[in-house]
């Protein structure tokens, strides 16, 4: 009835008057037809069915969309099933429109909002209201129902959303591409920087705080360790290939997983390939002013990325761990507090290596001393006081590890060393090495 009202153009898509408004958007200005899942299935049917009016009722839905979205405001009819407030029959009227359209066929944001600057912001802003106005259950259904496919247009971002037709939902999203998030597109040229800071994580913080959604404390929570050590990294990204923009957190969630069982060698050498690409660029310029404790987060992340690879360097090329190592160490951000840890990873590939050992030794020794002169023995981490010293001994840099621990009964008498090998075994082997190498 509705496509042949529109054929004969008599079809009122604004009302003649405060008490008449147009057919269409007054019933479907009060209840989302989410509000019952099995309504989504009948409107994909029914336009299967008869393809000759899908054609014809999709283009209609759309255009009353765009006349209801800019709408100043919605006109009250006779028909009043339930009290609603004009902008949640507003949103609830575009949301049904938006259904019924996708029930004949995919529809993209450019479409929708063909006048805006930024269709896919716009988007976003009506996505927020719709999840407003409706109730819970149907926006459990919408969520259901409907994919989104992000890609580009001529003019920039595009969203393409479609309902789903499979039994178990739409699919899961395809990964966050940060280039498509920041508007990069492939021919920009910002693609050839080194990294950007892109947002703040204190903002995204409180917005999540003010918005009070469960979904959002679900998310921050999982995040909130890793926020709290050093937050920056959430908000620093740096490019990696044309494909591929990561933020500082996402490659040290990825590296720490990578390391997992069910991951192989080569995983986990393209997990710290990437990890020690992106922390090494993409922070502000150390010259720069910089905000309070923005330089400590910024070592704290380069630290965790070290222990990690500290545990994992056996698993790794000895090459590549002994380079990853010198990289980080003229890294502009790099600390007296990263010294220990450069060189245990770098002491492992020594060991594990007689050509890196051969060619590294001058490096080896650069940073001993750095670490004579720069720091104290931070002997608290008795793990890794006992490693570089078992391996300085084993690669014959006696005196550099006298240098930075002492002589070797006080170095072995220290208590938290002495706890340490009491807690790991292995390390009284290396112990053991060092008293049989020269005995």
Known sequence: M???????????????????????????????????????????????????????????????????????????????????????????????????????????????????DDPVDEWRRWIERWQAAVGSDSWGTFNQAVMPERGWSAEGRELTVRLCDSAGGPPLPAPIDAYWTHSMPPASTARDYLGFRL????????????????????????????????????????????????????????????????????????????AVHVLTRCWAPRRLPQSPGYERAVASSMTTLLRLLSRDASRLSPVDVDRWAIEITFWEYAQADHLMWILDCRLTAALADTIVRD????????????????????RGEGEL????????????????????????????????????????????????AVFRRHA
């Open 199 to 274: 947002g703040d994580d204190l903002d995204a913080r409180r917005t999540y705080s003010l918005r009070c959604h469960p979904i959002d404390d679900v998310v921050m929570h999982a995040a909130e360790p890793m926020l709290n050590a050093f937050g920056p990294a959430m908000s620093h990204f740096a490019p990696v290939t044309p494909d591929d923009f990561p933020s500082a957190a996402h490659v040290l969630a990825a590296t720490w997983l990578a390391s997992g069982p069910e991951h192989d060698g080569d995983a986990l050498t393209a997990a710290y390939r990437r």
């Open 359 to 378: 060619t590294g030794r001058p490096g080896l020794r650069d940073i001993c001393r750095k670490i004579g002169k720069q720091m104290p023995v931070r």
């Open 2 to 116: 509705i496509t042949a009202r529109e054929s004969a153009a008599s079809l009122s898509l604004r009302p003649t008057s405060t008490t008449d408004d147009g057919l269409l958007t007054t019933l479907l200005s009060y209840a989302p037809l989410t509000d019952r899942g099995a309504v989504l299935q009948f409107l994909q049917s029914a336009a299967t069915r008869s393809r000759e009016d899908g054609h014809r009722f999709g283009p209609l839905c759309m255009r009353i969309f765009r006349a209801v979205v800019e709408m100043a405001e919605m006109p009250v009819a006779s028909y009043r099933p339930r009290h609603l407030i004009a902008a949640d029959r507003q949103a609830v009227c575009a949301l049904n429109l938006l259904l019924l359209t996708m029930a004949c066929r995919p529809v993209t944001a450019g479409q929708l909002f063909p006048d805006s």
């Open 385 to 432: 006081a006992v490693r570089v010293w078992a391996g300085l001994h084993l690669i014959a840099l006696n005196t550099e590890a006298r240098g930075i621990f002492g002589d070797r009964e006080s170095f072995l008498a220290d208590r938290s060393v002495a706890a340490a090998l009491r807690r790991d075994p292995r390390l009284g082997l290396q112990v053991d």
